[in-house]
């Protein structure tokens, strides 16, 4: 059982990986994409519930956390990578698991871009956001995740590596237009996003420090009233 759900895993991965490439070749077709991006991050979710029947709710649950958090960015446009959207996504995979934090993280990515803009970055945002989801939930039982100077690193890591995995897309866009990269154009362009990147690992743990142990003990209350999600 476990070998198979394992297999499954990684073969969802693979196709993930797969459509971000496509994503680059075909950037005029992002939309489709980023819808097959939700349904592979659906499929993975349901890949641990596989004997299990997903009752309702707990897609109701997903869907408003998920809104909560594409919401969340909207008030924070005008400020540059400061929103709570990485913080929701992490306390919902802290809370419901992995499998959960990936779905939650990409949804909100697909659907904040209604109102802020769709574009080639859709797939690539889906895809950070959705990795804060699923390491968050990975890690939750460590002793790093239980502690909240652990769960601060984690937060202050994610804003870096959030912006890293966007500065990819941008330089292989780059290459599109026919600019050649050099190691130390790179290092200027990683340079130059530092200061946004810093500005939402701040966020993240301005967020977790005013909002991390409400959202903690809420959630979790939920989860064991309702049985969501175990």
Not at 77 to 83: E, G, R
Not at 153 to 171: A, Y
Not at 208 to 226: E, P
């Amino acid at each position: 059982m476990r070998s198979s759900r394992t297999f499954g895993t990684i073969i969802l991965v693979l196709l993930g990986c797969m459509l971000l490439i496509f994503s680059f070749l075909w950037e005029d077709y992002y939309l489709w994409f980023s819808i097959g991006f939700i349904f592979i991050s659906i499929l993975f979710f349901l890949v641990r519930f596989e004997k299990r029947k997903i009752e309702p709710r707990e897609l109701v649950l997903l869907a408003v956390l998920a809104s909560i958090a594409a919401v969340g960015r909207i008030p924070f446009a005008s400020i540059p990578s400061v929103q709570p959207t990485t913080f929701v996504i992490m306390m919902s995979g802290l809370v419901f698991g992995a499998e959960s934090g990936l779905v939650i993280g990409a949804v909100a990515a697909l659907t904040s871009n209604m109102i802020l803009g769709q574009g080639p970055w859709t797939p690539w945002q889906m895809l950070a956001w959705g990795l804060v989801g699923l390491t968050a939930g990975m890690l939750r039982k460590t002793k790093l995740l239980k502690s909240t100077f652990g769960k601060i690193i984690f937060g202050i890591i994610w804003g870096f590596l959030f912006g890293w995995i966007m500065n990819l897309w941008g330089l292989l866009a780059l290459t599109q237009s026919g600019t050649s990269l050099t190691f130390e154009a790179v290092l200027m362009y990683f340079a130059g996003s530092s200061l946004f990147d810093s500005m939402h690992s701040v966020s993240n743990v301005f967020f977790l420090l005013l909002f991390g142990d409400i959202w903690m003990k809420n959630l979790t209350r939920f989860k064991v009233k309702y049985g969501l999600l175990d």
